[in-house]
């Protein structure tokens, strides 16, 4: 089991090295060769972080890759003149966030929180791109993934523009589902989902409502328990379907589209 300190801060706490063999439970990392692990597997730091917590503020350095592990979810979040956030993006254990599309040491524009409390593998920038510019496979790796972000993000602002509330509602809770073991409790409450959906709490409350009166989902303090996950997905837009698709072709294996058979 690769050690993992909890508690504190992901910005200030002191956390452990990935000391024994065993990689943290990210796809991207396990993806990585033999040899181009070894290039950064010893400056990885596991940290548990919890819900809510901060990693990026826009204008912040991006000096630390962050790598969700097992259940962690991370967030982009853009903020808007009338002072709400909007995501747009979840990232969880097939990815990472900070630095991936930029290379590094810029500001950020977004804001990134935890979505999901859990364990993330920490990777100074300068590490990765040291590691970089000594394997052409390592680089290629993390061009790719970069590729995968963009069409992501790409489809959410589609998904955006062209499809129903409760269209996107079941595809958000079905993609939290998928990063989060298959658990059909997701730690989702209304007011996270509004954000998530770009709406007023209201609106995600309605759409909630009626998917409980259906039989789909019911609510517990703080979640959202998924009743008939086939009726859900049923529900939602192919958005989701689509970036999978895309992320087997660039990046094979690393969607989590499977349980996995325990977490880090």
């Known amino acids: 089991m690769v050690p993992v300190e909890t508690g504190g801060?992901?910005?200030?706490?002191?956390?452990?090295s990935t000391e024994s063999g065993e990689r943290p439970y990210?796809?991207?990392?396990?993806?990585?060769?033999?040899?181009?692990?070894?290039?950064?597997?010893?400056h990885?730091?596991?940290?548990?972080?919890?819900a809510g917590e901060l990693l990026y503020n826009p204008g912040?350095?991006?000096?630390?890759v962050h790598f969700p592990c097992g259940p962690a979810l991370a967030s982009y979040l853009v903020a808007n003149e009338d002072g709400r956030d909007?995501?747009?993006?979840?990232?969880?254990r097939e990815g990472a966030v900070g630095g991936i599309v930029s290379h590094g040491f810029l500001p950020a524009y977004t804001r990134i929180v935890v979505k999901f409390g859990g364990p993330f593998a920490k990777l100074p920038i300068s590490r990765l791109e040291a590691a970089k510019t000594e394997s052409f496979t390592l680089r290629n790796v993390f061009a790719r993934y970069a590729d995968c972000m963009m069409a992501q993000m790409f489809q959410s602002t589609a998904c955006n523009a062209i499809h129903?509330?409760?269209?996107?509602t079941a595809k958000w809770i079905v993609s939290a589902m998928e990063r989060t073991n298959g658990d059909q409790n997701v730690p989702l409450t209304h007011e996270q989902l509004?954000?998530?959906?770009?709406?007023?709490?209201?609106?995600?409350s309605r759409v909630i409502q009626t998917l409980k009166a259906e039989g789909i989902v019911a609510t517990r303090r703080g979640a959202i328990h998924v009743r008939n996950r086939d009726a859900l997905q049923a529900r939602a837009c192919l958005c989701n379907e689509q970036v999978k698709?895309?992320?087997?072709?660039?990046?094979?294996?690393?969607?989590?589209?499977?349980?996995?058979?325990?977490?880090?």
């Open 86 to 92: 909007v995501e747009t993006i979840l990232v969880g």
């Open 164 to 168: 129903s509330i409760e269209q996107r």
């Open 26 to 42: 990210n796809n991207l990392l396990r993806r990585l060769n033999v040899a181009d692990y070894a290039l950064i597997g010893p």
């Open 245 to 264: 698709t895309h992320f087997e072709e660039v990046l094979r294996g690393v969607y989590p589209t499977q349980e996995p058979g325990r977490l880090s």
């Open 44 to 50: 990885l730091a596991l940290t548990e972080a919890a």
């Open 194 to 204: 509004a954000t998530l959906l770009g709406v007023g709490r209201s609106y995600a």
């Open 60 to 64: 912040d350095d991006v000096d630390v």
């Open 9 to 16: 801060s992901m910005n200030g706490s002191r956390a452990r």
